[in-house]
């Protein structure tokens, strides 16, 4: 699966962006989308995942209530709205894609446990 992340630019603080990641193929059933981000100077971190048949969600603790992942099965496509963005939401975001190993698993959260990456988008919010 190849994946591409688009959207990202710069905004100003209390402003809004939505990332979109598009799968180059039909995006299996069991698998789990997710967006990860690495601030500069930092390390990647997860954000959110959603699991592609149901829909269920997942968000780090510190996104929830800004942050919406949602997907478009249709189009192949994962979408991040991000509201009221910070000067500390500034990194580069990257959506990542894995198979599910059971029926209704979401909770995959590192780096190393996702097996398709999309190139990064860079997200800039100014103060």
């Known amino acids: 699966v190849q994946l591409q992340a688009s959207g990202g630019g710069l905004v100003q603080a209390g402003g809004s962006l939505r990332l979109s990641c598009a799968a180059s193929?039909?995006?299996?059933?069991?698998?789990?989308m997710g967006w990860f981000r690495q601030p500069p100077g930092k390390e990647r971190e997860f954000v959110a995942a959603i699991r592609w048949s149901g829909g269920n969600t997942l968000y780090a603790d510190s996104m929830t209530g800004r942050f919406t992942i949602s997907r478009d099965n249709a189009k192949n496509t994962m979408y991040l709205q991000m509201n009221s963005l910070k000067p500390e939401d500034t990194a580069v975001y990257y959506c990542?894609?894995?198979?599910?190993?059971?029926?209704?698993?979401?909770?995959?959260?590192?780096?190393?446990?996702?097996?398709?990456w999309g190139q990064g988008t860079l997200v800039t919010v100014s103060s």
């Open positions: 193929q039909r995006t299996p059933n069991n698998y789990v």
């Open positions: 990542a894609a894995r198979p599910s190993l059971y029926s209704g698993s979401l909770y995959y959260t590192g780096v190393t446990e996702y097996t398709y």
